[in-house]
């Protein structure tokens, strides 16, 4: 983790944002053409500035020594203040470009969420990954989280 900072993000980082964004609907994208209805579905600059911008989310990101954006993660926490349930954290996404990778940053953006999400009093942890990332889904299990839902879809034709 040489020479990368990870910082909580801001709207100055926008642009940074949605160009990972973007690097990490691709990956995605390799798994299953589905996933190009999020590039259609919305304008992501608009839609990562309101996200920036909620008190519930945290956004960090990864720079390197010369300033360029390496990776991110998004998190944030859902409560429901006039219940009585407690408040669910969710990990929306980790992200860091395929030449950084296998160099602890995903880690650290993990653990700074899980700060920050501890700090906050969070009970419970969720997360979204695609069952044919076989990669991502063993290293989810080895810090502790396990299957519980299983989300199912069917391509009309």
Same mark, same amino acid.
């Not at 980790?94 to 995903?106: L, N, S």
């Not at 989300?151 to 034709?157: F, V």
């Given at each position: 983790?040489?020479?990368?900072?990870?910082?909580?993000?801001?709207?100055?980082?926008?642009?940074?944002?949605?160009?990972?964004?973007?690097?990490?609907?691709d990956?995605?994208?390799?798994?299953?053409?589905?996933?190009?209805?999020?590039?259609?579905y919305?304008?992501?600059?608009?839609?990562?500035?309101?996200?920036?911008?909620?008190?519930?989310?945290?956004?960090?990101?990864?720079?390197?020594?010369?300033?360029?954006?390496?990776?991110?993660?998004q998190?944030?926490?859902?409560?429901?203040?006039?219940?009585?349930?407690? /408040?669910?954290? &969710?990990?929306?996404? *980790?992200?860091?470009?395929?030449?950084? $990778?296998? %160099? +602890?940053?995903?880690?650290?953006?993990?653990?700074?969420?899980?700060?920050?999400? /501890?700090?906050? &009093?969070?009970?419970? *942890?969720?997360?979204?990954?695609?069952? $044919?990332? %076989? +990669?991502?889904?063993?290293l989810?299990?080895?810090?502790?989280?396990?299957?519980?839902?299983i989300?199912?879809?069917?391509?009309?034709?």
């Open positions: 983790m040489e020479n990368i900072k990870i910082k909580k993000a801001t709207i100055k980082d926008l642009d940074d944002i949605v160009g990972l964004a973007g690097l990490m609907l990956f995605h994208e390799s798994f299953d053409k589905y996933y190009t209805i999020y590039s259609k919305e304008d992501h600059k608009e839609f990562y500035k309101n996200q920036l911008q909620k008190k519930n989310a945290q956004f960090l990101i990864a720079k390197d020594k010369n300033g360029e954006a390496v990776g991110f993660g998190s944030s926490i859902i409560s429901m203040p006039k219940t009585k349930a407690p /408040k669910i954290g &969710k990990l929306i996404s *980790i992200f860091v470009k395929p030449e950084y $990778r296998d %160099k +602890k940053i995903g880690k650290v953006i993990f653990e700074q969420q899980m700060e920050w999400l /501890k700090k906050n &009093k969070v009970k419970y *942890i969720e997360m979204h990954v695609d069952a $044919r990332n %076989k +990669k991502s889904l063993a989810w299990k080895k810090y502790g989280f396990k299957d519980y839902q989300n199912l879809k069917m391509d009309l034709k």
